[in-house]
């Protein structure tokens, strides 16, 4: 298995430090691209991603000191070396409070640039593990018990362990992702990444330049190359998600790849080879799609070498009261507040529901019921103030009151929002559905006001 070269980015407005620099850091192993001015460089940032930015502090226009400020209003976390020929403390000092992680002098040591980088970015890499590790202790922490999920992580376990490619299959909001990161985890490629791609949510024209990535001028708003998922993952897991909404078109490819080793980036002439297992998740039957033709077989038979099915939490609801208690005390340590529990009786009242949203809809459900209450034990009372009114079913739009035009509008608005959840936001689908354009609908949603962006966020 083969890591992606570690990518350097130098700013400096004179080209021959430009020129000197990159090709001591390509003979050193590392990818170097070069840029003669801030503006420039932040232009590059937002597209590109880098591990570590060089940057001169004195050149024309926007200096380096400035470019430190953009970057941290940007909200930019990519480590900053400063070098200057006219340095003095009281820049180092400002340097330094901005976010450089180091500040050098010219003229510049090879050797000593080379022990920088070295210590940069090993500090970085131990920061992102320990970040990783308190988000997965978290965010990523599988709960479960009882038989049937027992049987499962002990699938999770055996599969782990090999190189073999997973299908993860189970309704939305069982956790199809979790445990694809539990594959990854467990497996001897845990210390690479672990990239997603959910294939629902990305449009047809777009899906190929986010998994291969594209070159500079490619289109129409490729300003600069940009790293695909394939090349991202190198070394560890893509995990694609939804699968089963990716075009047809864009199957034959993704065929290719996993029978090549090798991608080819939009514009780009010539092979890349790439290293990731790829896991695969979705909602839908891939077996009857394929019966179906919207699915290919051959990538279908790629794709499943040993499938996982998740049951849905209905048919578990041993784990429910567990669950609840996890999600209360999550939610609790987010917000600050004080830890509290379900009563047996409130447990219960979870457990006869029938959680058509699964375990994604238990956590908003327990979220809700710890913002409606402010009891010590949560009761049935608590529990039957966050459920849905109708188990099982999406809740029918409310009749609402006011002038006829507003209940119309309202209840077209609720009618959208429900369409754009049963179909996962994709957009394409959705249309469909409602037998409309898919720009016709694109405006509908602009005109009632829903932000598709924060509609994906809280789903």
């Given at each position: 298995?083969?890591?992606?070269?570690?990518?350097?980015?130098?700013?400096?407005?004179?080209?021959?430090?430009?020129?000197?620099?990159s090709?001591?850091f390509?003979l050193?192993?590392?990818e170097?691209?070069?840029?003669?001015?801030a503006?420039?460089?932040?232009?590059?940032?937002r597209?590109e991603?880098?591990?570590?930015?060089?940057?001169?502090?004195?050149m024309?226009?926007k200096?380096?000191i400035?470019l430190?400020?953009d970057?941290?209003?940007?909200?930019?976390t990519t480590?900053?070396?400063?070098i200057?020929?006219?340095?003095n403390v009281?820049?180092a000092?400002r340097?330094?409070?901005?976010?450089?992680?180091?500040f050098?002098?010219?003229?510049?040591?090879?050797?000593?640039?080379?022990?920088?980088?070295e210590?940069?970015?090993?500090?970085?890499?131990?920061e992102n593990?320990?970040?990783?590790l308190?988000?997965?202790?978290g965010?990523?922490?599988?709960?479960?018990s009882?038989?049937?999920?027992e049987r499962l992580?002990?699938?999770?376990?055996?599969?782990?362990?090999?190189?073999?490619?997973?299908?993860?299959?189970?309704?939305?909001?069982?956790g199809?992702?979790?445990i694809?990161?539990?594959?990854?985890?467990?497996?001897a490629r845990?210390?690479g990444?672990?990239?997603?791609?959910?294939?629902?949510?990305?449009?047809?024209?777009l899906?190929?330049?986010?998994?291969?990535?594209h070159?500079?001028?490619?289109?129409?708003?490729?300003?600069?190359?940009?790293?695909?998922?394939?090349?991202q993952?190198?070394?560890?897991?893509l995990f694609?998600?939804?699968i089963?909404?990716m075009?047809?078109a864009?199957?034959s490819?993704?065929?290719?790849v996993?029978e090549?080793g090798?991608?080819?980036?939009?514009?780009?002439?010539?092979p890349?080879?790439?290293?990731?297992?790829?896991?695969?998740?979705?909602?839908?039957?891939?077996?009857?799609?394929?019966?179906?033709?919207?699915?290919?077989a051959?990538l279908?038979?790629?794709?499943?070498?040993?499938?996982?099915?998740l049951?849905?939490?209905?048919?578990?609801?041993?784990?429910?009261?567990?669950?609840?208690?996890?999600?209360?005390?999550?939610?609790?340590?987010?917000?600050?507040?004080?830890?509290?529990?379900?009563s047996p009786?409130?447990?219960?009242m979870?457990?006869r529901?029938?959680?058509?949203?699964?375990?994604?809809?238990?956590r908003?459900?327990?979220?809700?019921?710890?913002?409606?209450?402010s009891?010590?034990?949560?009761?049935?009372?608590?529990v039957?103030?966050a459920l849905?009114?109708?188990?099982?079913?999406?809740?029918?739009?409310?009749?609402?009151?006011g002038?006829?035009?507003q209940?119309?509008?309202?209840?077209?608005?609720?009618v959208?929002l429900?369409?754009?959840r049963?179909?996962?936001?994709?957009?394409?689908?959705?249309?469909r559905?409602?037998g409309?354009?898919?720009?016709?609908l694109?405006k509908?949603c602009?005109?009632?006001g829903?932000?598709?962006?924060?509609?994906?966020k809280t789903d």
């Amino acid at each position: 298995m083969t890591s992606p070269k570690p990518h350097l980015l130098l700013i400096d407005d004179d080209p021959n430090t430009l020129a000197s620099l990159s090709r001591a850091f390509r003979l050193a192993g590392y990818e170097a691209t070069v840029c003669d001015s801030a503006v420039r460089a932040l232009d590059l940032i937002r597209v590109e991603r880098f591990d570590l930015i060089f940057s001169d502090v004195v050149m024309p226009g926007k200096d380096g000191i400035s470019l430190l400020e953009d970057l941290k209003a940007a909200g930019v976390t990519t480590p900053v070396v400063m070098i200057s020929g006219q340095a003095n403390v009281e820049t180092a000092v400002r340097a330094t409070r901005l976010g450089a992680v180091d500040f050098l002098e010219k003229p510049l040591s090879t050797e000593k640039l080379l022990v920088t980088i070295e210590n940069v970015l090993r500090l970085r890499h131990l920061e992102n593990e320990n970040r990783d590790l308190h988000r997965r202790l978290g965010r990523h922490e599988i709960v479960w018990s009882g038989p049937a999920m027992e049987r499962l992580m002990a699938q999770v376990e055996r599969v782990a362990a090999s190189e073999s490619r997973v299908a993860i299959q189970g309704e939305t909001g069982t956790g199809k992702e979790l445990i694809a990161r539990s594959i990854h985890q467990k497996s001897a490629r845990h210390a690479g990444p672990f990239v997603t791609l959910n294939c629902a949510a990305v449009p047809a024209e777009l899906i190929e330049s986010e998994l291969f990535g594209h070159e500079k001028g490619s289109f129409t708003g490729a300003a600069t190359r940009h790293v695909g998922k394939f090349e991202q993952a190198s070394g560890g897991t893509l995990f694609l998600d939804e699968i089963g909404d990716m075009p047809l078109a864009m199957q034959s490819k993704l065929l290719r790849v996993l029978e090549e080793g090798e991608i080819e980036r939009v514009g780009g002439d010539k092979p890349i080879p790439v290293d990731a297992r790829v896991v695969v998740a979705t909602h839908r039957d891939l077996e009857e799609m394929v019966r179906q033709g919207t699915f290919r077989a051959d990538l279908f038979h790629r794709v499943h070498v040993f499938p996982i099915t998740l049951p849905p939490l209905r048919e578990r609801p041993e784990e429910i009261p567990a669950l609840a208690e996890y999600f209360a005390a999550q939610v609790a340590l987010q917000n600050g507040w004080r830890t509290r529990h379900f009563s047996p009786e409130a447990a219960e009242m979870l457990q006869r529901y029938a959680w058509p949203g699964n375990v994604r809809e238990l956590r908003n459900v327990v979220e809700r019921v710890l913002l409606l209450s402010s009891a010590e034990i949560i009761g049935v009372g608590d529990v039957s103030l966050a459920l849905p009114a109708t188990r099982g079913a999406e809740p029918a739009p409310a009749a609402g009151s006011g002038p006829l035009a507003q209940r119309l509008e309202s209840f077209e608005r609720e009618v959208l929002l429900a369409e754009l959840r049963r179909n996962h936001h994709h957009m394409t689908n959705t249309a469909r559905a409602l037998g409309l354009e898919r720009s016709h609908l694109y405006k509908k949603c602009q005109q009632l006001g829903i932000d598709l962006r924060s509609e994906r966020k809280t789903d």
